[in-house]
Each structure stands twice: as C-alpha cells, then as structure tokens.
C-alpha cells in the first residue's frame, strides 16, 4: 500500500436503514478482519462526527448510488471503498442483464441499450420489465419458449422469485392486489433452466492486492423452509483472470468465467460513471425446456456479498504466503444452530432477518497439497 493508504481506518457502514444484525454484523465483522490483514486501523461502524478528518476505506453493505451518497462519504473511487458505485439504483441490481420488452416500453432515467447489446450473447433469454403495463406482452413473448422465472430486481439470496408455467399462472400474479408495486419497482422475467449449476467468478481490488476467482454456490433453507443463499466454494489466485485461467479448469468454468468478463467489461463501457472494486458475477449453467444447455449471467454484485469472508480469507492466505499459487475457500452460511466446525473461522452467530438463527463461517484448504 501507498503511504497515503497506510493512513487509512478500515470502517464498516450499513447503508440500509434498520438493516438486520447480521447484516450489521457480518459487516463489521469483515471491516476489522481486512483491517488486521491490511495492517491498518479498524474504526469501527462509519460515523460522520467520529471519522471526519480521517483518511477511509469503506466497506459499505450496498453499492452506493448517486454523487451525493459518495461525496457524504469521501468516496472518490475504487480504491476509497470494497464494493462499488453507480450513477442510478437499477444499475447495481439485476435489472441490467436484460432487454425492455420494446421500444415504447418504460426505463428507468439512465438506462442504456448499448449494455443489453453488449451481454446479449452471455446471458439467458430474458426480458426487463418497469411497468405493470409491460408485464403481460413481456410475459407472453417469453412463455412461447418453455417456463419463465420472475424475479423482483431489489430481492437478495433468491428471496421472492417464483417460476410461472402459462400465461393464466401469469395473470393470476397481475391480479395480486401489490401487482402495480412490483412491477413499477422493476422486475426480470427469465427464461427457467433445470438441472442448474450456478458459478461465482468474480475479482477483487484491495489496495496492491488483486485476486481473481471461480467456483460454485449453492442453496440452503433457512427458518422458515424457503431456499436461499447457503454459500460458496472458491478457487482464489494472486492476480486477474488470465492467471486463474493457466489452472487446470474444466471447460464449463473456463465459460462461465469467459461470461463473467464479457459483462464486466460491458459495465465498464456502457456505464462510464461506475467504478468497482469488488466484481462478482453469478453464472447459471442448465438445461432449457428443450432439454438444450445453456449458460448465462444471472446478476452481478459490487458491493459485500455471501462470498466476501471467503475473499478475505483468500487475500489472508496470499499475504501470509506470498509464493502460494491458488487456494480453496468456503463460505458457509446455516440456520441450524451447530458448534463450529474444526478449522473455520467464525464470521458471525446470531439471529437472521427471516430466521431465528443463523451462523456464518469460513474454511480454507490448500490447492496442491
């Protein structure tokens, strides 16, 4: 690091106001594990009148959006902050993965058709919807093709998606009484794959360390028996992509991981006002209602996510080893109350927002033995 980052608190800060604590938690929690990696000064939760004349490093629990969030916060760009920052709120959400239904059809102010021609080609077939009165054309151009997913754009850990079989299942969800709601808020309608796999590939930019990686998430159920986010195993390297590419990968990763390029690098293009320096891409491989395989981009996220105590235990392993080449990590996050295994590292125990327990914790394993 810089002098001048050397100076640096390391802070955490929920954006969201009344977050749940594990979200809190979870937050601060990796804030004064990467400052005590980083050899730098954890501040605590960001606060205006403690931190002010103090050099940041911010891990906001959001990506921030708009000039006035990150100039409150002395964010100017990449190497201010773990996560990210957009000009507009769709942006950061999967929104941006797919086309409108039309020319006529409602965006949101920013909204750029050059992004959705850029991905076109790594993503599932799919369709962005901001208006009630879009939802059915929509609907009825994808439906065409087999099953279709919905999924509300501002939804995490798979929350609130539900897969719809024909336009009457469809017209059922239009005649909710929070329709307009959902639908005015943005929501995708997406082709429904079976038999799915679903890849993280992403990087991460911290100071002088950049690491690159790929691997595989998977569901769990939490307190009340719904599916969501259960964690990740991770292949982490030193370096960017093309050094995770020289590891002996399987050629569905090497896709998966070609994918998650082809995206990023379009964000970057299409939205000149974003800067990230966590990039991580959820990549969905599975078979259509052809039974034809496919492969595509769900989301990304430039901000904390499920896989970043898996990150920081990677950049752990890489400064404590210098020579290390590749390493494996976990994240691991349950609603069963449980001792913690042997070897993990515990990131938070406490009560979740839709659950009564829930325990976070992270395991590393060597790459080569």
Not at 36 to 57: A, N, T
Not at 184 to 192: A, C, F, H, W, Y
């Amino acid at each position: 690091m810089t002098p001048t980052q050397r100076k640096k608190w390391v802070v955490a800060h929920s954006t969201r106001e009344g977050a749940p604590q594990h979200e809190v938690g979870t937050n601060l929690a990796l804030a004064r594990w990467l400052a005590q990696i980083l050899g730098l000064k954890f501040g605590g939760s960001y606060d205006p009148q403690k931190h002010v004349g103090h050099e940041l490093y911010l891990l906001p629990t959001q990506t921030l959006v708009g000039a006035a969030q990150a100039l409150a916060l002395n964010v100017t760009g990449p190497q201010d902050l773990w996560g990210g920052y957009v000009d507009h709120d769709f942006i950061c959400t999967k929104a941006i993965t797919h086309s409108l239904p039309g020319p006529e059809a409602s965006a949101p102010k920013g909204w750029s058709p050059v992004f959705c021609e850029r991905v076109r080609t790594v993503v599932l077939d799919g369709l962005s919807v901001f208006a009630l009165e879009d939802a059915l054309p929509a609907a009825t151009r994808l439906l065409d093709s087999g099953p279709i997913r919905l999924k509300p754009v501002h939804a995490c850990a798979g929350r609130g998606q539900e897969v719809i079989h024909s336009l009457d299942e469809f017209e059922a969800v239009l005649a909710r009484p929070d329709a307009e709601h959902l639908f005015n808020s943005g929501v995708v309608l997406e082709q429904d794959l079976s038999d799915v796999v679903t890849h993280s590939v992403g990087q991460s930019f911290i100071g002088d360390h950049v690491i690159s990686y790929c691997g595989q998430q998977y569901l769990t159920r939490d307190g009340h028996g719904e599916e969501v986010y259960g964690g990740s195993n991770l292949l982490v390297v030193p370096g960017y992509y093309e050094d995770l590419l020289k590891l002996d990968l399987p050629d569905n990763v090497r896709e998966a991981i070609e994918q998650a390029r082809v995206f990023d690098q379009a964000a970057d293009e299409a939205y000149p006002g974003f800067y990230a320096s966590r990039r991580n891409y959820d990549i969905v491989q599975g078979l259509d209602s052809d039974g034809q395989r496919r492969s595509g981009v769900l989301e990304q996220s430039w901000r904390m996510g499920g896989a970043s105590s898996a990150e920081v235990a990677a950049l752990q392993s890489f400064i404590n080893n210098p020579g290390l080449r590749a390493i494996h990590v976990s994240s691991v996050e349950t609603y069963v109350d449980q001792p913690l295994p042997a070897d993990a590292i515990e990131v938070y125990r406490g009560p979740a927002e839709n659950s009564d327990f829930l325990l976070k914790y992270v395991t590393v394993k060597s790459y080569d033995g």
